[in-house]
């Protein structure tokens, strides 16, 4: 019989979805398994990395499925974006259409991987279903004092023609597009998260299955600072300024201070003044630049302001500069400089001739005329008036005291994380439910008028944002019925992927975001699987709104999920020649471009992307080999966390191995399908070895999986096979043709999360009716899995002189007389006295002799 796996496949796949062997409900007398997978951008094909990804949760869903849990596994689109929208314009079609005829034929290629998604529960973000209750949410959350709108300067991307979020500019540029990030000044609305900074990084004590990694990068974004905060009194004016500073026990070497342009003071300072022109200009220039640019930027610039504060310790008068490497969305946007202890104000003072007082030293005094580099190690105070010779980190408690008793600082905690600006001047995207009266304000729509909907006739010109039209603007108020305008920024996409792991709880529950009781009994996800690239993005802001819907009433528990595997990039080698930065495969003919004739040189390996011509279709790849197969290379060629490096060859030797198991099972049809029962316990001889392999290859896989380290788990299968290879040829009697039939069972239990297709199918030629995908996963016995016979090394004053075979129960006297019957072990010992043996059961045996 061939190994026809497009038949095959296509069959199986149909009846799950024939059967609804997939479809989960609530079950109080199972044990609960919420699996999940950071569900996909319809962007048009399902790439590598999409099936890599999707590969892991379904192996994990699949084996918890026959571990008895009651498992969730859903799928649905993040639909909403502004790709969407750009391929309108492109393509003269509506964002809808093109995203849901993608949507469609990415369904198509994930039903061919054959996936255990319960499809009844598929939801797309983009559906009025879906996002009338996040616009419920905005509103509930904007009458809890956590969504607010304000003036502020904002991350524009000009390409993309929308704000970002801090979290959305990657090194100064669009995370989505990698175009140049400027600021600009914009009415926006704003998430409340900081008011759950603290227990955001309290709560990740909470999170043993969470990558350390992760976590970290969290913790960095969130940015915990515990200091104080100092007020410098202005000289000649009554404005004061509170800086915050992690370094208090430095205040005697503040010798100027730092203002962020943005800062109030900046212009105040300058203004009616013979600084106010080129300060204003200065303001401006820093001011349009991406905050990571500034951070970035080598070059220390500032700007004087003509005026002085007074160091409330030393009494000085320092001056105060516009810098550029100040920012406002960190402290209070003001620093008191230090340049002997902090690197960036060193090279400041240098670049501008300003004074550097050394407060701490080592053992050995800093001469500061010879200092090169800021000192920024521990050590004791100098110059610090009563506090000299006190260690620095106690001298920091002590001078917040003596200033709070001056009533010019106090003890204080500040956070690098800010709220979470969620505006976005674009159409693709919820509408924000608000209008704008004159007579009112801002008044939220009424829930019974929900959902607001995106007009259809909108146009996509690629300028502006396609919302603002006059009959989508024009409304009245839901407070006093008067003419009103309607919002026209929608959401930030991240709003959608921050709650619908909740949605598939309930995905058509009508009387709210989702349904309690359900969300209760799913929730929260068991095992989320996804890239690391979310960690300070659709992650945090998960948790945030996991904490937020708690505080509502919606939910009782305080984290979305309990654990995270982050799998690695799907990589592939690039080809280049002279005239071409990146070539696809078939551009090389030879070794050289077929383009341009010239020779060709492969790359390095990098993550597949379509800029580089260097990615790999799915669908020829499913074509060719079959989904068992290709899933086989993804989960086997590398632990799930690593990158996986693309090997065609590597696709087709799990294609070999599929062919193997296919023809050692149908090779013994027969058998599976006799009377015979399979054997239940060893009978010695070759029934023995047979259970060993089988019980050693069940537990072995178990482990594995359980831990995610999915590709040694295969491997153990391939073992498995290879042996089970040899026994074939080597069954003389009834036990052991029934110890073999019982092997061939658990091979094929074994195979169902890998390659479930083939599983499946060589159950039913097997002679089994239920779906293998529900069968219980098979059971080992540890004792079955040892050697009867063990290795035992001996030692004749410490040099191993021979090794013995013999049986594991094996006692000390009958290991003694085989070793010294032994001829190596004689020769070593003739002629001389045994002075001292001594025996570790089972692995050696030393004989000391004189």
Known sequence: MK????????????????NRVFEASVDQNLPKYYCLEMFPYPSGNIHMGHFRNYAIGDAIARHKF???????????WDAFGLPAENAAKDNKKHPAEWTYENIKNMRSQLHRMGLSYDWSREIATCDPDYYRWEQELFIKMWEAGLAYKKLSKVNWCESCGTVLANEQVDDGFCWRCGNLVVQKEL???????????????DNMQNLPGWPEKVLTMQRNWIGKSVGAEI?????????????????????????????????????????????????VEFIKEISSMSRENRLTDKEKRGFFTGSFC??????????????????????TGAVMAVPAHDERDFDFAKIYNLPIRVVISPAGEIVESELNAAYTGSGALVNSDSFDGLPNEDAQSAIVELLESMGAGKKSISYRLRDWGVSRQRYWGTPIPFVYCDKCGIVPVKLEDLPILLPKNAVFTGAGNPLEMQEFVETTCPKCGGAARRETDTMDTFVESSWYYLRYCSPKYDKGLFDKEEAAYWGPVDQYVGGIEHAVLHLLYSRFFTKVLRDMGWLSYDEPFLNLLTQGMVCKETHRSPNHNWLYPKDVKNGKCSICGERVTVGRVEKMSKSKHNVVDPDELLD????????????FASPPEKEIEWSDSGVEGCFRFANRVFRLVDAHIGLLNSDMPPLSAPKGGKSSEIFRHTHAAIMKVTADIERFQLNTAIAAIMEFVNALYIFQNELKEDDDKGAFKAALISLIKLLAPFTPHLSEELWEQAGFTRFVSRLQWPTYVESYTILDNVCIAVQVNGKVRAELSLARDASKDEVVKAALQNSRVKAHIDGKVIVKQIYVPSKLLSIVVE
């Open 231 to 279: 007020t410098f009194d202005i000289w000649n004016r009554d404005e004061k300024i509170t800086v915050f500073s992690t370094r208090p026990d430095t205040i005697y070497g503040a010798t100027f201070m730092l203002l962020a342009p943005e800062h109030p003071l900046s212009l105040q300072l300058i203004a009616a003044t013979e600084y106010e022109h080129d300060g």
């Open 3 to 18: 190994y026809d796996f497009t038949q095959l496949e296509a069959k199986w796949q149909k009846r799950w979805e024939e």
């Open 187 to 201: 009415e926006q609305w704003f998430f409340k998260i900081t008011d759950y900074s603290e227990e955001l990084l």
């Open 66 to 76: 026959m571990r008895g849990f009651n498992v969730l596994h859903p799928i649905g």
């Open 310 to 331: 007074i160091n409330p310790l030393t009494c000085e008068e320092i001056p105060i500069y516009i810098a550029n490497y100040v920012l406002t969305d960190y402290g």
């Open 624 to 635: 060719a080999y079959g989904a068992d197969a290709l899933r086989l290379f993804s989960l």
